[in-house]
């Protein structure tokens, strides 16, 4: 399975894309974790990207590109790969247009998450991360067994700067402004599958082995 995940932040691209990474053993492939780290490990493109990051902005394609191309030349991807955050634009389409074709593939589904804004905005605006394991937190729903910190790792969970309300507005408005060509793009090659983003974590698993077959 070769799939895309579209979504807007905060609407559980991430975690369909883990649970469907755990049902078809195959990686997933998040350029917000990848650009987080090199932000964290003071890259030179981490450097650079941070300051797109922390404002909502998208960060330039040659730099994302740049690091999906690199990603998908491992040998993990020859079974399969979820990419949960990328394309995002149509120039970063067209990017994963030519990696597929150089390596004679095709994307099998393109998972579209929906969901209202007003549901992004509680979820997001209540979200804690762990900058450590990446794993994800909502202070009222899914709280950590202890107050502020990861149950995996045992980091100190942060507020992500661009899980404050107002960035979380602006960064939807680019989602918007940029995603909707790539649905019309990947609606006409029939890839599209949409999931509804309100569906209880626990009836997740179940819901895309329906959808995906
Ligand atoms: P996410 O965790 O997917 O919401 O991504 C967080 C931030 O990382 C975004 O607001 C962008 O600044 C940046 N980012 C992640 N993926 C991409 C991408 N494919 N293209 C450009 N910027 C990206």
Redesign the pocket.
């Known amino acids: 399975m070769r799939i895309v995940m579209l979504g807007p932040?905060g609407s559980g691209k991430g975690t369909r894309a883990h649970i469907i990474s755990d049902i078809y053993g195959i990686p997933v492939i998040t350029?917000?974790d990848m650009?987080r780290g090199a932000v964290r490990e003071k890259t030179e493109y981490g450097l650079e990207a941070q300051t797109?990051?922390n404002r909502?902005?998208?960060?330039p394609d040659e730099i994302?590109n740049g690091i999906v191309k690199e990603r998908m030349g491992k040998p993990d991807v020859s079974n399969g790969f979820i990419l949960d955050?990328?394309?995002?634009?149509v120039n970063?389409a067209d990017t994963l247009d030519e990696i597929l074709k150089e390596k004679d593939i095709e994307l099998t589904h393109v998972l579209s998450v929906v969901l209202s804004d007003k549901i992004i905005i509680e979820r997001l605006s209540k979200r804690r991360s762990c900058p450590v394991c990446n794993r994800i937190y909502h202070i009222t729903l899914n709280p950590p067994e202890k107050e502020g910190r990861c149950d995996k790792c045992g980091a100190r969970l942060i507020q992500r700067k661009?899980d404050k309300e107002n960035v979380v507005r602006y960064?939807l408005m680019v989602y918007k402004e940029n995603t909707h060509q790539l649905l019309e793009r990947y609606e006409k090659l029939g890839l599209v599958v949409e999931t509804d983003g309100e569906i209880p974590l626990d009836g997740l698993r179940v819901h895309l082995k329906d959808i995906l077959g």
Do not use: N
Not at 56 to 59: H, K, P, R, T, Y
Not at 85 to 89: A, M
């Open positions: 932040p350029t917000g650009l797109y990051m909502g902005d998208l960060v994302v955050g990328y394309p995002r634009s970063q661009d960064r």
